[in-house]
């Protein structure tokens, strides 16, 4: 179909209303609070992350930046209330990995899609770590995959959720090491914590920040980092390769995104200050002291990095068998 010179016209003219729209947007942004809607209840990493960057983020925006938990749903009820927000930068989703490309393979009926989104920017990146009660009698994850062995169906394991990427991890580990455990699910990484604090559960799989201070006290005891290099604040773990398992690898990343009509020009100043927040050597070393890595990639490393981890957790999940209930 041909376009007449006034319809060319028009467009471009609508095209030019937008830009001046998008822009003088920006340069009013932000004019009051920001909000970041966590996906997760309280005291889990995404949670910790997300309190880390509002708290830093705040007076670099000249406004205050709070952390709102909706969880449930595998991050579905957070994940909505986002796409459903007004498209003006001020309703934002502070993401975890395991919600925004595993839980989408497991729902049948999806409330939301990736292209309801726009990428700003990942802030933490962090490994899961392997992590046993005090009282159960392994200290090494060879030992554990050999009491596994030795007592066929006796282990269980928490996560936070079915088919969170902790429940993923397990099945990884399970695959590796030839054994079969009990999953147990729960809604957040803090109850699972919890039960394993209590002795209900005997390990678990996450990221390392809230397991930091049971971890130092000797309530818990790390086994292994599935991640590709070990953790500064974890110097004697090793890594699940040098344990023996180099097929449990798996590392969560944390990234605010928006709505997907937000004003490009909103979206690179989030973007621009976000990448001063995470680049601060004070926020890397607290990043570092929690057991993470302060990890920035912009708008467009982090859309590739999303669509990369989707395609290849599709085919883990697949192979893993694991269904959403």
């Known amino acids: 179909m041909r376009i007449t010179r006034k319809q060319f016209t028009t467009l471009a003219l609508a095209a030019a209303a937008l830009a001046c729209a998008g822009g003088a947007a920006a340069q009013g942004y932000p004019a009051k ?14 949670d910790l992350s997300a309190r880390m960057v509002a708290q830093a983020l705040g007076p670099v925006l000249g406004q205050s930046v709070v952390a709102d938990n909706k969880g449930g749903g595998n991050g579905a ?8 927000a007004e498209p003006d930068g001020y309703t934002l989703l502070m993401q975890y990995s395991g ?4 839980s989408p393979h497991l729902t049948k009926a999806p409330q939301w899609d990736l292209k309801d989104f726009q990428p700003i920017a990942n802030v933490i990146s962090a490994p899961q770590i392997i992590v046993v009660r005090d009282g159960l009698p392994v200290k090494t994850l060879p030992e554990l995959i050999a009491y596994a062995k030795a007592n066929p169906g006796k282990l269980n394991y928490a996560s936070s959720g079915n088919g969170s990427l902790q429940h993923v991890t397990g099945a990884m580990l399970e695959q590796q090491g030839g054994v079969k455990m009990v999953h147990v699910p729960y809604k957040g990484t803090g109850p699972a914590l919890q039960d394993l604090l209590g002795g209900q559960v005997d390990l678990t799989f996450g990221t390392a920040p809230p397991f930091m201070p049971h971890i130092q006290s000797g309530k818990l005891r790390v086994l292994a980092v599935t991640g590709k290099e ?6 004697d773990a090793p890594t699940t390769a040098e344990a023996g398992y ?21 979206i690179d100043k989030l973007a621009a200050d976000l990448k001063k927040v995470v680049e601060d050597p004070a926020f890397r070393k607290k990043a570092e002291e929690q057991g993470a890595t302060a990890d920035y990639l912009g708008p467009q ?7 990369a981890d989707y ?5 883990v999940i697949k192979s893993s068998k694991i269904e959403a209930e």
């Open 99 to 102: 919600y925004h490309v595993i």
């Open 33 to 46: 609070p920001v909000t970041f809607v966590v996906p997760t209840a309280a005291g889990g990493t995404t």
């Open 246 to 266: 180099p097929g449990v690898n798996a590392t969560s990343w944390f990234a605010l995104f928006a709505p997907a009509a937000v004003p490009k020009p909103i």
């Open 311 to 315: 395609t290849n957790w599709a085919g």
């Open 301 to 307: 490393q982090l859309g590739e990095r999303v669509k």
């Open 77 to 84: 009820i957070a994940a909505s209330i986002v796409k459903r």
């Open 230 to 235: 070990r953790l500064p604040s974890l110097p």
